[in-house]
């Protein structure tokens, strides 16, 4: 604090930014793409059909699946279609006297050993389908706050660390730049570090609240992993009771089957469930203790435009139609939770306000990207005039090249290894991680080698080189091409690959830019220059 209070939240700035700043990146850059993450997976399972049928049909036809595929199952498990996600998936939860010991040698499915079934519908037909396996949009939103390759647990606190950081980073940021909101309207191209710290502050201004927002709302989504000392104290021996009564769940459906009736139509019960919520929509629906007399089913909301994550559920007789449960109110603090989680998700946004929300993700890539270089820009003169790079500046150039360049080429190999990958390969979706991480790997690799000005130009040109040349893949690859899909009125699909050309562009411009572009002269070189074209006018 000797240098002031400002100097220091400067200095608390600057490497609170610098040392989280590459895996803030990437946790900023998957989280923006979480925005469209149901558009992406739809993308990268051309093979779904669009539903062209009602809730209510859609939900007849898998129950009619579903008591054909698994008639004994103890429950069923339905998520129905809507205007982002068009595929209807089931899930069944088979009696444990009818899983079968695995065979010597044979290895138990991951889910449950046999005892769990899944399957993707065509919700106009209700005839299983059968696409290629991958993660789609889910990798992303997995990816920015579980990572990848290491325990789920340790990413999370790696995260909330880094969450922290950016919390910081912005306060102090705030606090350094007392005309802050006059920076926003200042720009001033050609002129080195200050061009960069201008569009520093214009990057962060321009989505301020947005930055803040998201950040403290993605601690408080993990809330209970950092603080779970209060859990354990009020509920020593059964947290999982905490979790009931804190998140208003109904209680747990118990007790065997018995005897055997018809349920009432879906379409009845479906009816009630909006009746009851005033017109809003269904998301889906759980059975239990399908075809018995006294079989009970759990109808859930569609977000719809609700600000909170947490939505009501009620319980119906599946037989008679009586409402036995709804999901009970929530206290203060976990209305104030939920609330706090569905900005942080923004489930509730239309298609204006999500674009918004992309675009000040985007924003922020951009702010935490020039945040990183605007430090190596400041430390390269110091260095010049030693007359070599000192290895910390070397390595914050080989990061800024291999996390700025080379994160695109990342995102843009995970959607060409999900067209080229053979279709029946096993562990598809692991594979296509793989590739992303393989790419990213690569990318980092050339820019520890060469960390030098033309690798940036060349990594931004291979980035928009790959997703310029996404929707040729993806026209030579299936029938879900461009043509086809603005044809069909599929825009989705259609605005999936124009965004790809889109993306292309930005960076090859910003590869052209970079190839061009020239340091400004330091004082002392113009004066040098000035006085060398006296002397030869003279």
Not at 401 to 422: K, S
Request: with cysteine; glycine share 8%.
């Amino acid at each position: 604090m000797k240098n002031g209070f400002r100097q220091s939240m400067a200095w608390l700035h600057t490497w609170t930014g610098l040392l989280v700043g590459w895996l803030l990146l990437l946790i900023f850059m998957a989280g923006t793409a979480s925005y469209y993450r149901e558009e992406i997976s739809r993308w990268m399972r051309p093979e779904l059909p669009r539903s062209t049928v009602s809730a209510d049909q859609a939900a007849a036809n898998a129950l009619a699946f579903l008591q054909h595929k698994a008639p004994q199952a103890e429950s069923w498990n339905v998520s129905l279609p809507d205007t982002r996600n068009p595929t209807m998936r089931t899930f069944w939860r088979n009696p444990e006297s009818m899983v079968k010991p695995p065979a010597e040698g044979e290895k138990r499915r991951r889910r449950g050993g046999g005892r769990f079934g899944d399957a993707t519908l065509d919700a106009n037909t209700g005839q299983e389908v059968s696409a290629r396996e991958t993660r789609g949009g889910d990798f992303f939103y997995r990816l920015h706050f579980d990572l990848h390759y290491i325990p789920v647990i340790w990413a999370r606190y790696i995260v909330g660390f880094c969450a922290m950081f950016m919390l910081v980073a912005i306060i102090s940021g705030v606090i350094t730049h007392k005309k802050i909101f006059k920076d926003f309207f200042t720009f001033r191209p050609q002129k080195g570090l200050r061009s960069w710290l201008d569009f520093h502050n214009v990057s962060a201004v321009m989505a301020l609240p947005y930055h803040a927002m998201i950040t403290y709302t993605g601690i408080v989504t993990l809330m209970l992993l950092y603080l779970p000392w209060g859990v354990k104290v009020a509920y020593p021996n059964d947290e999982d009771a905490f979790f009931s009564e804190a998140f208003a769940r109904m209680a747990e459906v118990e007790g065997p089957a018995q005897g055997r009736a018809a349920p009432l139509p879906i379409q009845q019960l479906l009816d009630s469930a909006r009746m009851h919520w005033n017109g809003a929509e269904v998301a889906g629906f759980v059975m239990h203790r399908p075809g018995a007399a006294n079989a009970v089913i759990d109808i859930q909301q569609r977000d719809g435009k609700r600000l909170t994550i947490d939505t009501p559920s009620l319980r119906y007789d599946a037989v008679t139609g009586e409402l036995l449960d709804t999901s009970p109110g929530a206290g203060a603090a976990t209305r104030t939770r939920g609330v706090m989680y569905g900005l942080h998700l923004a489930r509730f946004a239309d298609w204006g306000l999500r674009a918004l929300f992309f675009i000040s993700g985007l924003i922020g890539c951009l702010m935490v990207a020039s945040g990183v270089v605007l430090w190596a820009v400041k430390e390269r003169p110091k260095h010049a005039k030693s007359g070599r790079t000192g290895l910390g500046l070397r390595l914050v150039d080989a990061l800024n090249i291999g996390a700025v360049a080379g994160l695109p080429i990342a995102f843009a190999a995970y959607f060409w290894g999900n067209r080229l990958l053979p279709l029946q390969m096993a562990e598809r979706p692991a594979a296509e991680a793989n590739v992303f991480f393989w790419a990213w790997g690569a990318a980092l690799l050339a820019a520890f080698i060469w960390p030098k000005r033309m690798m940036w130009a060349w990594q931004l040109y291979l980035g928009a080189a790959l997703f310029a040349l996404i929707p040729l893949l993806n026209a030579s690859t299936t029938n879900a091409h461009l043509g086809a899909s603005i044809a069909a009125g599929d825009w989705v699909l259609a605005s999936f690959d124009l965004c790809m050309i889109a993306f292309g562009a930005m960076l090859a411009y910003c590869g052209w830019r970079m190839q061009h572009w020239q340091p400004p002269l330091s004082a002392a070189e113009k004066k040098r220059r000035q006085q060398a074209a006296a002397e030869a006018s003279a």
